[in-house]
């Protein structure tokens, strides 16, 4: 009962995150600083825990497709997760990513490190967004 509320909760977030999504890319191509797969780091990455800036991790591939994350550091902490890319292989992939990624945002931003459980029915995505995180994570020193 508890994974389906969690599961329903999460629909409306992705209308949230699929404008985000969009609006965050439209906004890096119009600075004409990167985006999409490939990406990279958008600031220097800094050993220090009071590292500042933007942070593209590893695009990691999944057999439903590739998972891309941005951090947004201030002052050593994570202040935003944006997904780059997301599974794209797939309509019931698409919607599962769609859902597990706000609750992987949530948690990252909670615990502020990519320590955290699995969302179910996402462990392709999960992990990939896990790897890619930790990738961003390194760049920036934390």
């Not at 609750?103 to 955290?116: D, G, H, N, P, Y």
């Not at 890619?132 to 390194?138: T, V, W």
């Amino acid at each position: 009962m508890r994974a389906r509320a969690t599961v329903v909760g999460a629909v409306g977030s992705a209308a949230i995150l699929a404008i985000a999504w969009q609006v965050g890319s439209s906004i890096d191509a119009s600075n004409g600083g990167p985006s999409g797969a490939g990406a990279s780091a958008t600031a220097k990455p800094a050993a220090s825990a009071a590292s500042s800036g933007s942070f593209t991790g590893a695009s990691e591939n999944t057999r439903y497709g590739s998972v891309q994350v941005k951090i947004v550091v201030a002052g050593g902490k994570i202040t935003d997760v944006v997904p780059v890319h997301l599974t794209d292989r797939g309509g019931r992939s698409v919607q599962l990513s769609n859902r597990a990624a706000p609750i992987l945002r949530a948690e990252v931003l909670k615990s502020q490190s990519a320590k955290v459980a699995s969302v179910g029915g996402a462990t392709y995505t999960t992990d990939a967004y896990l790897l890619s995180l930790q990738s961003a994570l390194d760049q920036a020193g934390l």
